[in-house]
């Protein structure tokens, strides 16, 4: 990975490489463990809390994640992305957590993009008044809930590969799942929360229809109405 | 909509098809009869949804999440990981300026003491132990025939009376029973909260 300059670091060092941190921090840096942390500790936080539904216990489980990662970072295969390893510990931590606390749906959480420092501010749309704001606002908090309902591996692969961008094979890897399976999940994810979401009102009644389950063919994506 | 699985009941709840965990919370809020006005991002994924268009609708979906704010860690949550992984120490529930404070006044108390330990020795030697003993004991024996006795115990008070409320006001003695005082309780209140166990302040000890 090549070196990245921040504008406005001219001056400075410039930032270094996940591969240089891990090395660091092997060699007992301090700080360059704390760059490590400061570089993944939004992704992190952002994909437990989608998962758990609440943000104090997603910090919890997020400091969780950097410190076993720390100490398992000499097991870590440099020729891998950090962030899949990374996302790969949360997994487990998350997963686990959800087990012991036996439960497949999550509260809906609090979420502001306005007058609270603890969440992002987006930029609003040009077109956006008010009103919008604050429909958006609602959505969002529908999207919460909608997510919140489905089971989570579903969870985990809308937020992995919609909010983080991820790829199917690395979602693979993070799961632990074939891609097949992780496209299959994706599609039946999709529609789920699809379907949450005109259940709670958030589209034209009649507009969404309960998928009626198909025949399973060989070698194709097919559909449920059930989680698998 | 048509519902092919679910069975809805009056109450909005789900059946058990849907594996509802323990302490799911269901928020029929969001369950309305009325069509909200429908988002742009929102109905063009649904719309691509409809279609079976799956590139669209993941870059539909794509959008929306994008649109969703995610929570900011805290600006301490780096420090907290640092010392959960035993690379810094816990910080010390006290800092060391409140610790040099409880040193002064510990020298304080010490140099108070010493120096007013004379002044009650001398208010003591006015009234000879011996003396009050034996006005107590008579006052005592002739406590209900003889009623003048009672005004023996009056006279020894009214002798320390005196002298202590003229020691009393000196303004050193007054001085020193100030600090000594300010310096009692700077010292229990101290040793109160350097010995009872730290509260708990969010570090997490990985399990």
Known sequence: MSRRTEPGQRSRRPTPTDDELVVGSLGGSTEAFRLLVERFQRPVLSVIARMVGDRSLAEDLAQDVFIKAYRKLDSFDRQRKLSSWLFKIAHNTTLDHLRRSQLDTVPLEATSSHGDDSWEVLPTRDEDGPERRAEHAQLMSGMSAALGRLPPHYREVLVLRFQQGLAYHEIAEITGLAMGTVKVQLHRARKRLAKELAEAGFAPPGRWQEEKPRKRHKGSVTTGTGDP | ?207
Request: contains cysteine; glycine residues 6%.
């Open chain 2, 1 to 207: 909509m048509t519902v092919h699985d679910d069975k809805r009941h009056d109450d909005g709840q789900r059946s058990e098809s849907l594996r509802l965990g323990e302490g799911a919370q269901w928020d029929n809020r969001l369950r309305t009869s009325h069509c909200r006005r429908v988002d742009s991002r929102l109905e063009r994924w649904l719309a691509a949804e409809d279609a079976d268009d799956t590139a669209e609708a993941e870059g539909a979906l794509a959008v929306l999440f994008s649109a969703w704010p995610n929570p900011l860690p805290r600006t301490d949550f780096a420090e907290r990981v640092l010392i959960g992984a035993g690379l810094r120490p816990l910080p010390a529930v006290y800092p060391w300026w409140s610790r040099a404070v409880i040193a002064v006044c510990l020298l304080l108390a010490g140099l108070a003491t010493a120096y007013v330990l004379p002044l009650v020795f001398n208010l003591v030697q006015l009234v000879a132990p011996s003396q009050l003993a034996g006005g107590v004991v008579q006052t005592f024996v002739g406590l209900l025939s003889r009623f003048d006795e009672l005004l023996a115990i009056w006279r020894i008070g009214a002798r320390m009376v005196a002298p202590s409320v003229l020691i009393a006001t000196s303004p050193q003695v007054v001085l020193m029973l100030l600090a000594l005082t300010a310096s009692s309780v700077f010292i229990f209140r101290g040793l109160n909260l350097l010995l009872s166990p730290p509260r708990s302040s969010g570090y997490v000890q990985a399990h």
